[in-house]
Nanobody, 121 residues
């Protein structure tokens, strides 16, 4: 299983924005669906959005991020993004990407290091 690497997390104020990136040095991101997931403290890791190989189509798994989070990909840069706007304290979590999609993917074991997002004033 491929391990992808996330980056771009940090501290944001409520209402602020962050853009997360997902890359892999050898995995062909451009030919794979990419899912973004997050794990908040004390909670199970859950899927947020699936970015299909057609850049214009995404599937959302969490209603609370619809209209605020947008997925996209830049195949030339072999990078998939998660643009997060109007951030809320409840978005605080470690965010992960993976070459599969779903609400819960317990069978996947090759998680990357994740990138931590903290939303607070």
């Amino acid at each position: 299983q491929a391990q992808l690497v996330e980056s771009g997390g940090g501290l944001a104020h409520p209402g602020g924005s962050l853009r997360l990136s997902c890359t892999a040095s050898w995995f062909p991101l451009e030919t794979s669906v990419i899912g973004w997931f997050r794990q908040a403290p004390g909670r199970e890791r859950e899927g947020l959005i699936c970015i299909h190989t057609n850049n214009q189509r995404s599937t959302y798994y969490l209603d609370s991020v619809k209209g605020r989070f947008t997925g996209s990909r830049d195949n030339a840069k072999k990078t998939v993004y998660l643009q997060m706007n109007s951030l809320k304290p409840e978005d605080t979590a470690v965010y992960y990407c993976a070459p599969l999609c779903g609400k819960y993917v317990d069978h996947y074991t090759s998680w990357g290091p994740g990138t931590r997002v903290q939303v607070s004033s």
